[in-house]
Nanobody, 126 residues
Framework: QVQLVESGGGLLQAGDSLSLSCTSSGRATSTWVMGWFRQAPGKEREFVAAISWSGSSTHYADSVKGRFTISRDNAKNTIYLQMSSLKPEDTAVYYC???????????????????WGQGTRVFVSS
């Protein structure tokens, strides 16, 4: 099994920046696609970003493109989500995700995800 632990959430103001981290343990995930999802209160979980095992390919939701950057450090079994120009609509619980065999495109669908972290809360005030 894979364990994913997110960190870095917090209370921000619109326009602020924040970086989230997710460290994996258990099965080696250095060759797996990994991603970030988020779930706002009363809404379904939605895809945010995904990154290939090498880090050379990334994919973003339109709502965060140009503002968020996903990266990974396989030596540390960690992925990151650098968020800038935060908006109140970015308020959500952010989840780290991974699945064996996923691509950065199939990772966009929550039901394709086998492993989830516990989530970290991000609140952006206006």
């Amino acid at each position: 099994q894979v364990q994913l632990v997110e960190s870095g959430g917090g209370l921000l103001q619109a326009g602020d920046s924040l970086s989230l981290s997710c460290t994996s343990s258990g099965r080696a995930t250095s060759t797996w696609v990994m991603g970030w999802f988020r779930q706002a209160p009363g809404k379904e979980r939605e895809f945010v970003a995904a990154i290939s095992w090498s880090g050379s390919s990334t994919h973003y939701a339109d709502s965060v493109k140009g503002r968020f950057t996903i990266s990974r450090d396989n030596a540390k079994n960690t992925i990151y989500l650098q968020m800038s120009s935060l908006k109140p609509e970015d308020t959500a619980v952010y989840y780290c995700a991974t699945s064996l065999g996923s691509t950065i495109w199939t990772m966009t669908i929550p039901r394709n995800v086998d492993n989830w972290g516990q989530g970290t809360r991000v609140f952006v005030s206006s």
